[in-house]
């Protein structure tokens, strides 16, 4: 498969156990991961995350809601060194786009990871002000979008045109529910998708005997009921 797997999560030992499989191209975290992990010292988690895996692109998310301040934080996440990315969220709580500071920071040659994209408008947007010099992941709520009814797929095949003159853009598919969402991404064209360890495990069953499959389902089931003593006669 040409699409790259990140790994977003905010657990360093599953970081280094995916990185030292390589069974992934990147990762990627959030302050909802992070505080799900019970982890409140941000730049000792990253600077760990760093040194263990010092060849491979780690996105980290600013915490921060005025652009100032997100601008701020931008460069002291830059400044731990490793292959980083700096997440900006594509609006603040108020609703108001964070455009204006991803054209100062992609200018200045910062690796961003715009997130929490969910509409097309935002994409343009995006691709409207990303310098093409320098690298950006324009990551789009796939998983989101679908939760809402609309098929993702035909959406993100656009954003892939929209993105085609931006060199050293790549589109990620975020929030993937399932496995048959990597190769959904993959064929319309995205650079990459996010994947729980959950997901990235599940990789193993691709091409498995569906009989062989369904053979084992029909022991599991069994196993169970005798194991919890279930009878109907």
Same mark, same amino acid.
């Given at each position: 498969?040409?699409? %790259?797997?990140?790994?977003?999560?905010?657990?360093?030992?599953?970081?280094?156990?995916? #990185?030292?499989?390589?069974?992934?191209?990147?990762?990627?975290?959030?302050?909802?991961?992070?505080? %799900?992990?019970? /982890?409140?010292?941000?730049?000792?988690?990253?600077?760990?995350?760093?040194?263990?895996?010092?060849?491979?692109?780690?996105?980290?998310?600013?915490?921060?809601?005025?652009?100032?301040?997100?601008?701020?934080?931008?460069?002291?996440?830059?400044?731990? !060194? !490793?292959?980083? #990315? &700096?997440?900006?969220? /594509?609006?603040?709580?108020?609703?108001?786009?964070?455009?204006?500071?991803?054209?100062?920071?992609?200018?200045?040659?910062?690796?961003?990871?715009?997130?929490?994209?969910?509409?097309?408008?935002?994409?343009?947007?995006?691709?409207? &002000?990303?310098?093409?010099?320098?690298?950006?992941?324009?990551?789009?709520?796939? !998983?989101?979008?679908?939760?809402?009814?609309?098929?993702?797929?035909?959406?993100?095949?656009?954003?892939?045109?929209?993105?085609?003159?931006?060199?050293?853009?790549?589109?990620?598919?975020?929030?993937?529910?399932?496995?048959?969402? &990597? +190769?959904?991404?993959?064929?319309? !064209?995205?650079?990459?998708?996010?994947?729980?360890?959950?997901?990235?495990?599940?990789?193993?069953?691709?091409?498995?005997?569906?009989?062989?499959?369904?053979?084992?389902?029909? %022991?599991? +089931? #069994?196993?169970?009921?005798?194991?919890?003593?279930? %009878?109907?006669?």
């Amino acid at each position: 498969m040409k699409i %790259k797997l990140f790994l977003d999560g905010a657990e360093i030992a599953s970081m280094k156990a995916a #990185y030292a499989a390589r069974h992934v191209k990147g990762f990627t975290t959030n302050p909802l991961l992070l505080s %799900k992990s019970g /982890i409140t010292d941000y730049e000792a988690f990253a600077r760990a995350a760093i040194a263990a895996i010092p060849d491979m692109p780690i996105s980290f998310e600013v915490c921060t809601d005025d652009f100032e301040s997100m601008e701020k934080e931008t460069r002291k996440i830059l400044s731990w !060194g !490793g292959d980083t #990315y &700096v997440k900006i969220p /594509i609006t603040n709580t108020k609703g108001e786009s964070s455009c204006p500071l991803i054209k100062r920071l992609s200018d200045s040659g910062a690796s961003l990871n715009v997130t929490a994209i969910l509409t097309t408008q935002q994409v343009k947007d995006v691709a409207a &002000v990303i310098n093409p010099k320098s690298r950006t992941i324009v990551s789009v709520f796939a !998983g989101r979008i679908a939760d809402t009814g609309i098929d993702p797929v035909p959406l993100m095949a656009e954003y892939v045109r929209i993105l085609a003159d931006k060199p050293n853009a790549e589109l990620l598919w975020a929030s993937p529910r399932e496995l048959l969402n &990597v +190769f959904q991404a993959e064929a319309c !064209g995205c650079h990459i998708i996010t994947a729980t360890k959950d997901i990235v495990a599940k990789m193993a069953l691709v091409g498995k005997n569906l009989e062989d499959y369904s053979l084992e389902t029909v %022991k599991m +089931f #069994y196993d169970q009921a005798c194991a919890a003593g279930l %009878k109907v006669i």
